[in-house]
């Protein structure tokens, strides 16, 4: 019998919707793999300076570097890859904490050296030139995000406004892409076009004529982005026809998770920025293996607990760093040169005389960070989930309906599950970002009233702790993380002196706030440095230093950029 018309309308609706459906996933498919074929070329190592007439026996510099994260670690390691054959360098490095890696460092579950948990900058992505070829240098182990599957749970990601699951995606990863578009329709399509075509330029940086660079401003204007920092990323989302229920739901949880600000707070690029998630990485035992790498490698002299105080100029035109070397004893000495590799306004130093263009003061994000084992899973009711129900192993969040209170968290991650040493149960090892410290009455809210005790390879035969504390471990950490990444056009001087012999690295941070922005704004500086001391050695001009110099970059590049990131955190 024939159908009615109008159900018959209705069957081939629907049979259309799902054929468009369905070539969207197969496009996207295909343009992951054209992408991957066409980026593999990027992380090409650097080139190093040629042609630089000098005496390698008599030229010694002396150089300072204050601070030993990622900028501070690039800055020595491209240093001595810059410099050589020409010049012996003599590089200390000042960090007054007790460890290598600023923002980038773990902590051990249970105090267990072999169980070691980001605590500060996650992860980074395959397009990050400066960390990928560094990890491959060194010899380092990556692993991908999915490398610590939570056994016997399934490993999603959901984003949750305080009332209701606004997308909750599958183990498979093609269902969850199906899921997208059905949803979203061309949006996110549309958002990895608009990211790619904005962090493209970014990646100019890395190459001559634009690498190295002095104005950080004119940079970003001559690359073409300062229309894109000059707006939040909800304008800058609507200017290019991104639908707001993908921007809300999917971009600003990106967002949050990364910077811990709103689509509304944030500027366009950092938005873009937090959507360049391709081929997310970190460094098993922790990312900060790679700056103690470049330290180790550039062969500087590391000064641990040992803050500066003062940079003071001396008559001859070197500079006389006062510092409290292990907290305790005075350390006077002269270098050539310095480069402040941490945010000038956290670091307490005095610089005689005054910086010409002082950087200004900016916002940071106090990010709390929470980590705790339990052998608890997360309460259904907690979120708003049937009993039945399974909770995402990674919960971010979006914005709340304006009659909705706003969570007291940005996201909750199940990172992996853990044998505690003490009871020899397996527990579930959580992470929690948060604008404030967690109470621990709230965090056993967040937890079933029964421990689970999973059955795993690594406790196949799992008992009941004599321990009902719900939680066995508990670390926090406050960090002052990144900036308030708001709307501008200018950003923070590179050079600080008129000489060339004081330079500042963190500048870039409210441009965009990664370990590899950081990373290359310290090759930056240490090929301005480098290009100074040719010119005092009479060696090429500079025409010819930019076309020698470069971060690398290979086939492919100048397209694409990053992250988060972990967040990058």
């Known amino acids: ?24 996933v197969g496009f996207c498919a295909w343009a992951e793999i054209l992408w991957q074929g066409r980026r593999g070329g990027q992380t090409e190592d650097i080139r190093i300076f040629e042609g630089w007439k000098c005496d390698a026996e008599k030229t010694v510099r002396s150089v300072a570097i204050i601070g030993a994260g990622s900028g501070g670690a ?17 590089i200390t490095v000042y960090e007054r904490s007790d460890y290598v890696g600023g923002r980038s ?4 579950a249970y105090n267990d050296p072999a169980e070691p948990v980001e605590l500060g900058a996650s992860i980074f992505v395959k397009v990050n030139r400066n960390l990928v070829s560094a990890a491959e240098e060194f010899g380092l182990t990556t692993q991908g995000l999915g490398a610590n599957d939570v056994e016997h749970l399934p490993r999603t990601l959901g ?23 059905w949803k979203y329709g061309m949006a996110p ?8 075509q904005t962090t493209g330029r970014f990646f100019k ?29 909800e304008q ?19 967002t949050r998770v990364n910077y811990a600000q709103n689509l509304d707070q944030i500027h366009g690029l950092e938005a873009m920025v937090c959507m360049a998630t391709d081929g997310a990485m970190s460094v098993r035992g922790g990312n900060w293996q790679i700056f103690s790498n470049m330290l180790k490698v550039s062969g500087a002299n590391v000064l641990l607990r040992t803050p500066v105080s003062s940079i003071s100029r001396q008559e001859n035109g070197t500079y006389t760093i006062h510092a409290l070397q292990n907290n305790s004893s005075p350390h006077l000495i002269s270098h050539d040169t310095v480069i402040i590799a941490a945010p000038l306004q956290f670091s307490n130093i005095s610089l005689t005389p005054a910086p010409l263009h002082p950087p200004p003061a900016i916002p940071y994000v106090q990010l709390h960070v929470t980590l705790f084992t339990s052998p608890f899973t997360l309460r259904p009711d907690s979120f708003n989930l049937h009993a039945s129900d399974t909770p995402p192993t990674t919960i971010l969040t979006t914005k709340p309906p304006s009659h909705t209170q706003s969570l007291p968290y940005y996201s909750i991650s199940t990172l992996r599950i853990l044998r505690n040493p003490a009871t020899g149960s397996t527990e579930y090892l959580y992470k929690i970002f948060s604008p404030a410290p967690l109470p621990q009455s709230y965090i056993h809210s967040l937890l079933l009233q029964q421990p689970t005790y999973p059955k795993t390879k690594l406790n196949p035969n799992p008992s009941p702790s004599s321990s009902r504390n719900p939680i066995s471990w508990h670390h926090t950490k406050t960090w002052h993380s990144y900036p308030y990444m708001h709307p501008r056009v200018t950003f923070e001087d590179v050079q600080l002196d008129q000489e060339g012999r004081v330079w500042y690295t ?21 090929a301005l440095v480098v290009e100074g001391w040719r010119g005092e050695d009479g060696g090429l001009g500079e025409g010819r230093v930019d076309e020698e110099m470069g971060m690398g970059g290979g086939e492919g590049k100048g397209e694409r950029g990053e992250e988060r990131s972990a967040s990058e955190l």
Request: with cysteine; proline share 4%; glycine share 6%.
């Open 1 to 24: 019998m024939e159908q009615p018309p109008v159900k018959r309308r209705v069957w081939w609706e629907r049979r259309s919707r799902y054929w468009v459906v369905l070539l969207l």
């Open 74 to 90: 690039s800055a020595a390691y491209y240093l001595n890859k810059f410099s050589k054959p020409c010049a012996h360098l003599n």
């Open 105 to 108: 460092t773990t902590v051990n």
């Open 159 to 181: 984003v949750y406004n305080g009332e209701k699951w606004v997308f909750r995606g599958s183990q498979n990863r093609w269902w969850t892409t199906f899921k997208i578009l």
């Open 189 to 196: 399509i549309k958002t990895q076009r608009l990211m790619k």
């Open 205 to 233: 940086m890395y190459d001559p004529p634009v690498f190295p660079s002095k104005d950080l401003s004119q940079t970003v204007f001559e690359v073409g982005l300062t229309d894109v920092t000059a707006v939040t990323g």
């Open 236 to 254: 800058y989302l609507s200017k290019n026809n991104i639908g707001t229920a993908f921007a809300d739901d999917i971009i600003q949880a990106s």
């Open 506 to 526: 963190s500048g870039i941070e409210s441009f965009i706030s990664t370990m590899e922005t950081s990373s290359l704004m310290g090759g930056n500086v240490a």
